[in-house]
């Protein structure tokens, strides 16, 4: 069998820019930690936890809620637009920004802590997302939640270390994908796409609309995979061969 094993690697670029001091000051400094390093702040609740208090509503949280986790899906590639997804030990969870190139800031890799307060928690067609607030214009959402405003994103977003790592989950097609999975980083295996969405581009470059491929196991199960017109690899093609 042909195998072609589609592989996804992420670069992350670090500048660091060193002044001139005079001469006459003669001091020693601690260098930056290479991989920078975590604020004084501790996680009130993991991000299963915080997915446990929805319940249908928008809630609004009041209270010094934070929750920590590592970016798995940022917007380098175009394929997420104003959404950052963080993951922690328990599960994932996405935020929306009001701000493009956000991945300048916090890349894939960076751990970041959100502080909760003032912020909403909500769905948009049952995917739930954390947002700077209620959303109502579209009645077919009612629980949508809008993006955080820029002017505010520092205050809610604390950067920590960057340069980690995220496990994938290992997954199998025709799995249930409840909550639990949702904005997580997963891995299916021993896959392949279906006859006719092998060889094809992931997305319409053209038109910029987004497409739907269908890839499954060997014993028939498939699932969908998702690839928008905006994305850096819509015109990549996708693989004959089986893979993960």
Known sequence: MNI????????????LLFGSLSAC???DFDSPPSDGQDPNLTATMTIAQLKALYTGTVIKFTDDVIIKGTVVADDRSGNFYKTMVIQDETGGMAIRLDQSNYYTIYP?????????????LGDYSGYL???????????????????????LISKHLIKGQYN????????????PLDRKYQSMLVRFENVEFQSSDAGQP????VTLQ???????NCGGKSEIIRSSGYSNFATTITPTGNGY
């Open 210 to 216: 987004s497409v739907n491929r269908t890839f499954k």
């Open 4 to 15: 072609q094993t589609p592989k996804l690697f992420r670069f992350l670029a670090v500048i």
């Open 108 to 120: 894939i890799g960076r751990r970041v802590f959100v502080k909760c307060k003032g912020l909403v």
């Open 202 to 205: 992931y997305a319409n470059a």
């Open 25 to 27: 000051v003669k001091k």
């Open 164 to 175: 980690l790592t995220v496990a994938p989950t290992v997954l199998q097609p025709g799995a």
């Open 129 to 151: 997302q954390i947002g700077g607030f209620h959303d109502t214009t579209d009645t077919r959402y009612p629980n949508n939640t809008g993006t955080i405003p820029s002017s």
